[in-house]
């Protein structure tokens, strides 16, 4: 079946580092979404990309979706204690449940 | 303001004990799921539905049972089946039909056998 894989698996950066996390699906994919799970939390819908190529701005994170459409990216410039958390990507299957990757834990050293 | 709420947000269950997870949204949310959550790991899905009085099993249904009468509700129960019950259970929701929207999840329940 589809699957969606994310490395690493856990960072630990010093605040102020920058902090990447990719994620790769099995199968082309219409759009991908990520989401954050503070620690104790529950995960919290960031963004979604559709287009082949689309590079998305939210303030210090970047997100990007590859030309084919089989990977994403995520790029957090400049981390702050508040980034700590867990970053899923998630794409749909056929039937338009999402499948979530495994997830990328961030620690952030102050 | 709209939102899911499930309930409670701890649980304890003996052995043998069948238990109902509640989840209730104001959203006007056509479809809902629940996934299960193991400490450090992913989201796996359990069971979701798409339509009221309609629900189809995830990938790791066995020990779990749903019901969707009403648009607003989709408990789950996790049965006496289910060897593994410790986890962290989430419930999300996002409007119908194949458009893409983010899913809004609810808080969740953690549930532990003792």
């Known amino acids: 079946g589809q699957q969606v894989m994310q490395i690493p698996q856990y960072q630990h950066v010093q605040e102020g580092e920058d902090f990447t996390t990719y994620c790769n699906s099995s199968?082309?994919?219409?759009?991908i979404q990520w989401y954050k799970q503070r620690p104790g939390g529950h995960p919290v819908f960031l963004i979604q990309?559709?287009?082949?190529?689309e590079v998305k701005k939210q303030k210090r994170l970047t997100f990007q979706f590859g030309e084919a459409k089989k990977n994403s990216s995520l790029h957090i410039t400049a981390t702050q204690t508040t980034d700590v958390g867990t970053y899923f990507c998630?794409?749909?299957?056929?039937?338009?449940?999402?499948?979530f990757g495994s997830g990328t834990r961030l620690l952030v050293r102050p | 303001d709209g939102g899911i709420t499930q309930s409670p947000k701890y649980l304890f269950r003996k052995e043998g004990q069948n238990v109902t997870l509640s989840c209730e949204q104001n959203?006007?949310?056509?479809?809902m799921y629940w996934y299960r959550q193991d400490p450090g790991q992913g989201l796996r899905l359990i069971y979701y539905?798409?339509?009221?009085?309609?629900?189809q099993k995830g990938d790791i249904a066995e020990g779990y049972s749903v019901s969707r009468e009403k648009k607003e509700s989709f408990p789950l129960t996790v049965t006496s089946a289910q060897k593994n019950p410790t986890a962290f259970y989430l419930c999300a929701s996002k409007p119908g039909g194949p458009a893409n929207y983010g899913y809004t999840f609810g808080s969740g329940t953690r549930l532990t056998v003792v």
């Open positions: 199968t082309t994919l219409s759009n």
């Open positions: 539905s798409q339509i009221v009085n309609d629900f």
């Open positions: 990309l559709v287009k082949s190529g």
């Open positions: 998630a794409g749909p299957d056929s039937s338009y449940k999402l499948i």
């Open positions: 959203l006007n949310h056509d479809a």
